[in-house]
């Protein structure tokens, strides 16, 4: 397994020690997380999980294929190119029916999110210092989240996209309420993307949100005629979007 943007490898060194046969990889461009990491593997004595350095178009081929490939908050949050970059790793690396897990910022539910961060940006970014880019940002979202009572009913989706800010932590708040870029795309948009480097899209992360429990007959029936693809795009434009899709090469 491969996870790309591993930080001090949180996720992978706890799958490490429980798979001892299976062998991980993550790469991420902090020295100081990846310091952090390697003194935890060391500590515990692992040999089958090693943290590099890099931009993940530089993976070595050392490493050979991976039968996974996870990418957690890093699609939406970088350019196109690195992006890009992601999908060829995956379709030159993962081995035959290896999966890519990809999470991103999904439209159509976004948008009020997007909202949210327009308004904090506009607070926050002729602010040097990044702390108090932070507390400014949080604090403005508490302000407007106890404003009083909405005068539209749908300012209400804004108000409570707003207290759930105020909550963030300070790593939620700089990496992604107030990252740049941070890219919202349609579900098309991304298979598409996936497919121009051979990948084809799998299943969601969270499989329940593939259900089209709870929705009228007549849009089980519209719901029944498209395409699979065409299906999930248009079950996202429910109220509740999914997120997470996975990818795989066969």
């Known amino acids: 397994m491969l996870e790309v943007g591993c ?5 992978l ?3 490490a020690v429980s798979l ?18 390697r003194r935890t ?5 692992l040999m089958n999980v090693t943290l590099v350095e890099g931009d993940l178009a530089a993976v070595s081929p050392a490493h050979g ?3 996974f490939i996870v990418a957690h908050g890093v699609y939406s949050w970088v350019p196109p190119p690195v992006r890009d970059a992601l ?3 995956a379709s030159g690396r993962l081995a035959r029916n290896g999966i890519l897990y990809v999470s991103y910022n999904v ?5 009020v999110r997007q909202a949210a961060w327009d308004v904090l940006h506009h607070h926050v970014d002729r602010i040097e210092s990044a702390r108090a880019r932070l507390d400014a940002a949080r604090q403005l979202a508490r302000l407007i989240a106890d404003g009083g009572a909405a005068t539209c009913e749908s300012d209400q989706a804004l108000r409570a996209e707003f207290s759930a800010i105020a909550q963030h932590s300070d790593s939620e708040l700089c990496h992604d309420d107030l990252a740049v870029p941070n890219e919202p795309i349609l579900f098309h948009s991304f298979v598409q993307h996936a497919a121009r480097h051979g990948l084809r899209y799998l299943a969601e992360a969270d499989f329940c949100t593939m259900s089209d ?6 849009a089980k029936t519209y719901l029944s005629s498209l395409d699979p693809l065409a299906r999930e795009q248009y079950l996202d434009f429910r109220p509740a979007a999914p997120l997470s899709p996975i990818a795989g090469r066969s």
């Not at 593997?41 to 004595?45: K, M, V, Y």
């Open 7 to 11: 930080s001090d490898g949180s996720n």
């Open 13 to 15: 060194i706890p799958m």
């Open 20 to 37: 001892p046969a299976a062998r991980f990889v993550g790469c991420d461009l902090s020295p100081r997380a990846l310091d952090a990491g």
């Open 41 to 45: 593997i060391s500590a515990l004595g």
């Open 65 to 67: 294929a991976f039968d």
């Open 87 to 89: 999908f060829a790793l």
């Open 107 to 111: 439209l159509p539910g976004c948008r």
């Open 213 to 218: 429990t709870g929705v009228s007959g007549d």
